[in-house]
């Protein structure tokens, strides 16, 4: 494994997919269990994406993390498909840790929700009551985190939580990611946590695999910190881990 830091952002290179994952579900549990010494429950925050198999499969499966006192959220959701989409974020979440571990809530943004709006201003409503302590959280092709694209990203974003138009790399990285067979299948539009909801949560993870990153990693550690890469803010919060594989820190 190699390490370094740039600017305040942590960054941890494993050679393998599989070992990036593993450390890295090693060290959110620790951060995990560090916190429920002094705190009753936690509230933690899920990316939903392929990239995220490994950690959320070594976390669904961890018996030592009692996640009876953990509360859940997701960070975005596609508007427009069915209740039981399997590419609904709610839903892929719901299969890899959401149904497999017995946390003490899970709160859904609502994909059929009629008025967008409204479920923004309800979801954010949640994420007040429950202030972020954990976001476990990917990084996309575009440099987008949840789905603030290039085009909306808003580092002052005065709203928690919006309705956002999707760019055409995010939606192709769909197609890439195997979730959707065409683009025209994929939604143009969703509902993101904006960049401040992600920043304010006290420890942030971001595990980045796959060749598909390497120009998005490049951009995140080596492109000024501004909206054109919206992960570069990663590089500004005081606890923030970059867990890269041999294939995403390819271009470093």
């Given at each position: 494994?190699?390490?370094f830091?740039k600017?305040?952002?942590?960054?941890?290179?494993?050679?393998?997919?599989?070992?990036?994952?593993?450390?890295?579900?090693?060290?959110?549990?620790?951060?995990?269990?560090?916190?429920?010494?002094?705190?009753?429950?936690?509230?933690?925050?899920?990316?939903?994406?392929?990239?995220?198999?490994?950690?959320?499969?070594?976390?669904?499966?961890?018996k030592?993390?009692?996640?009876?006192?953990?509360?859940?959220?997701?960070?975005?959701?596609?508007?427009?498909?069915?209740a039981?989409?399997?590419?609904g974020?709610?839903?892929?979440?719901?299969?890899?840790?959401?149904?497999?571990?017995?946390?003490?809530?899970?709160?859904?943004?609502?994909?059929?929700?009629?008025?967008?709006?409204?479920?923004?201003?309800?979801?954010?409503?949640?994420?007040?009551?429950?202030?972020?302590?954990?976001?476990?959280?990917?990084?996309?092709?575009?440099?987008?985190?949840?789905?603030?694209?290039?085009?909306?990203?808003?580092?002052?974003d005065?709203?928690?939580?919006?309705?956002?138009?999707?760019?055409?790399?995010?939606?192709?990285?769909?197609?890439?990611?195997?979730?959707?067979?065409?683009?025209?299948?994929?939604?143009?539009?969703?509902i993101?946590?904006?960049?401040?909801?992600?920043?304010?949560?006290?420890?942030?993870?971001?595990?980045?695999?796959?060749?598909?990153?390497?120009?998005?990693?490049?951009?995140?550690?080596?492109?000024?910190?501004?909206?054109?890469?919206?992960?570069?803010?990663?590089?500004?919060?005081?606890?923030?881990?970059?867990?890269?594989?041999?294939?995403?820190?390819?271009?470093?």
């Amino acid at each position: 494994m190699k390490n370094f830091k740039k600017d305040l952002l942590k960054v941890n290179i494993y050679d393998t997919r599989a070992e990036m994952g593993k450390a890295a579900a090693e060290d959110i549990k620790e951060c995990i269990l560090s916190l429920l010494r002094s705190k009753e429950t936690i509230n933690m925050i899920f990316a939903a994406a392929p990239s995220q198999n490994e950690v959320l499969y070594a976390l669904a499966t961890d018996k030592d993390i009692p996640w009876n006192r953990v509360n859940a959220f997701h960070m975005d959701e596609y508007i427009g498909l069915s209740a039981d989409a399997p590419q609904g974020f709610g839903n892929f979440l719901k299969a890899h840790i959401f149904g497999l571990a017995d946390f003490g809530s899970v709160s859904y943004i609502d994909i059929t929700a009629s008025d967008a709006n409204a479920e923004c201003e309800r979801y954010a409503e949640l994420l007040k009551k429950y202030p972020t302590d954990i976001v476990v959280m990917g990084i996309g092709e575009n440099g987008h985190i949840a789905f603030n694209d290039p085009p909306v990203a808003d580092f002052n974003d005065k709203k928690a939580v919006k309705p956002v138009e999707l760019d055409e790399i995010c939606r192709n990285q769909q197609v890439n990611d195997g979730c959707f067979a065409r683009i025209e299948d994929v939604p143009k539009t969703a509902i993101t946590l904006t960049v401040p909801t992600l920043f304010a949560g006290d420890h942030l993870f971001c595990i980045v695999p796959a060749k598909t990153k390497a120009n998005a990693v490049r951009a995140t550690l080596c492109d000024e910190i501004n909206e054109k890469c919206p992960a570069t803010v990663l590089r500004r919060h005081k606890s923030a881990t970059l867990y890269l594989d041999g294939d995403s820190s390819s271009l470093l």
